[in-house]
């Protein structure tokens, strides 16, 4: 069994090789799993990373503006991208028009023998290499999220974070433990051996995930 000095060391090496990292708070956690991953959002920006809270349902009342927050609940949700390379055409002119849901896109002037292969399409959408569960006892606690991230959860690491002693261990690293009194207070505690600064936005969060939790 990993010790807690090992698991800090894996977490921050976890942390430091992320590429892009999606956070899933469970809702059975409530109000509480909600304010721990919107402060350990703010940790993560604060490092630079790329992190991306997953939430299926409504938003908790104390969290009705988080316009600084990265917050999706369909995970499922694609864009169409189009790319068009007209260097060294003389085109300096581009417009749109839409008819009965198709797209016409106009670029202007180009040559009659345009090569068409330098047009190019792709669907981009969420991608994660790192996953940080909050609150989750096993992956079905997180609902619709889980189901639509299932491919995903199999091939990222997974830091699963909870502090009840029912939780499965599903995780690559499972941090659980059952002496915090919050979900917020777990992640506070631990974020600071993980060498992340708790700015301002963070500790605001993390103080509604406690104060709730205890009925302050």
Same mark, same amino acid.
Not at 31 to 40: E, H, N, Q, T
Not at 51 to 56: K, N, Q, R, S
Not at 97 to 117: E, H, K
């Given at each position: 069994m990993s010790t807690e000095i090992d698991k800090t060391s894996q977490i921050i090496e976890l942390i430091q090789d992320a590429k892009s990292i999606a956070i899933l708070p469970s809702k059975i956690g409530g109000?509480?799993?909600?304010?721990?991953?919107?402060?350990?959002f703010h940790m993560l920006k604060e490092e630079n990373k790329n992190?991306?809270?997953?939430?299926?349902g409504g938003r908790p009342d104390e969290f009705t503006d988080l316009k600084d927050v990265d917050i999706t609940s369909n995970v499922s949700e694609r864009?169409?991208?189009?790319?068009?390379?007209?260097?060294?055409?003389d085109a300096d002119k581009v417009?749109?028009?839409?008819?009965?849901?198709?797209?016409?896109?106009?670029? @202007?002037?180009?040559?009659?023998?345009?090569? #068409?292969?330098?047009? +190019?399409?792709?669907?981009? !959408?969420? *991608?994660f290499d790192t996953i940080i569960t909050i609150g989750a006892q096993l992956p079905s606690d997180l609902?619709?999220?889980?189901?639509?991230?299932?491919?995903?959860?199999?091939?990222?690491?997974?830091?699963?974070?909870?502090?009840?002693d029912r939780n499965q261990r599903f995780g690559t690293i499972?941090?659980?433990? @059952?002496?915090?009194?919050?979900?917020?207070? #777990?992640?506070?505690? +631990?974020?600071?051996?993980? !060498?992340? *600064?708790?700015?301002?936005?963070?500790?605001?969060?993390?103080?509604?995930?406690?104060?709730?939790?205890k009925g302050i």
């Open positions: 109000i509480d799993a909600f304010a721990a991953a919107v402060g350990l992190v991306t809270i997953i939430y299926a864009e169409l991208l189009v790319a068009v390379d007209y260097s060294g055409t417009h749109y028009s839409t008819d009965n849901d198709v797209l016409y896109l106009t670029i @202007s002037p180009v040559t009659r023998d345009f090569d #068409l292969s330098r047009i +190019k399409s792709s669907i981009r !959408g969420f *991608s609902g619709q999220s889980y189901s639509e991230l299932q491919d995903v959860f199999t091939r990222s690491d997974v830091l699963n974070l909870d502090n009840t499972n941090v659980v433990d @059952s002496n915090e009194n919050s979900l917020s207070l #777990l992640v506070l505690n +631990k974020a600071i051996r993980w !060498g992340l *600064s708790v700015n301002n936005r963070a500790a605001e969060a993390l103080l509604k995930g406690i104060t709730n939790r």
